[in-house]
């Protein structure tokens, strides 16, 4: 019987655990995002009109990515910085607050974009997605990060030839336990300590 509960409290920390891990998600799919006019307007003899679609900034929140490598004005929110005010920001704006250590972006590839986030006062830098080899579209990870917490992130062009896109954002939550999570873990804990402490007591027999 003591095996048998001791098994069941070890089951409900491993289902807390990996309960805590699902947790981590993109959730940028639950924002909208926003930018000035003068997006998806080319300059005169800019030669990028051909194969192109009309710039979409519902690229920006999409659950899924373009394939790498795709013209850079193809399937994204692209803007002609000659075209458009200055400096030029995308805010993503999210329902609720979360905490965040990981991010993704895919743009334009012979461009830096610089990802930040607000902190109630300021924006912060979060992420710059340097420019990298390949052509077109190209996805870039920021790799695990610094956790951090907001409701609101902006993104911008750094650097490069003034054809700028983004096509997909994505920000992955840390996967901190939920309170019902946290209250699983404490009576597992709570579980194996009592069982621990009840099999180190010494039986005292008198005859």
């Not at 030029?88 to 250590?101: A, E, H, K, N, R």
């Not at 461009?111 to 930040?116: K, P, Q, R």
């Not at 956790?147 to 700028?164: E, I, K, M, P």
Request: hydrophobic share 40%; glycine share 10%.
């Amino acid at each position: 019987m003591r095996k048998a509960v001791v098994f069941s409290a070890m089951a409900t920390l491993t289902f807390a655990v990996a309960s805590a891990a699902a947790n981590a998600a993109n959730v940028i799919p639950t924002g909208t995002a926003s930018a000035p006019a003068g997006d998806g307007i080319l300059r005169d003899g800019s030669g990028w009109d051909y194969n192109y679609t009309p710039s979409n900034i519902g690229a920006i929140t999409s659950p899924t990515l373009q394939p790498d490598g795709r013209q850079w004005n193809n399937g994204s929110f692209w803007w002609d910085s000659s075209q458009t005010p200055s400096p030029y920001y995308i805010t993503v704006t999210l329902p609720q607050s979360y905490t965040f250590d990981h991010l993704v972006l895919q743009a334009d590839n012979n461009d830096s974009y610089l990802v930040e986030y607000w902190n109630g006062t300021a924006w912060q830098s979060a992420f710059t997605a340097g420019d990298v080899n390949g052509w077109g579209l190209t996805t870039r990870d920021s790799g695990t990060l610094a956790s951090f917490t907001t409701d609101q992130f902006r993104l911008s062009a750094v650097s490069g030839d003034q054809y700028y896109a983004i096509s997909g954002f994505q920000a992955f939550t840390t996967g901190v336990p939920e309170p019902a999570t946290w209250a699983l873990m404490i009576l597992g804990f709570g579980a194996v300590g009592g069982m621990m402490r009840r099999r180190g007591k010494a039986t005292v027999r008198f005859a």
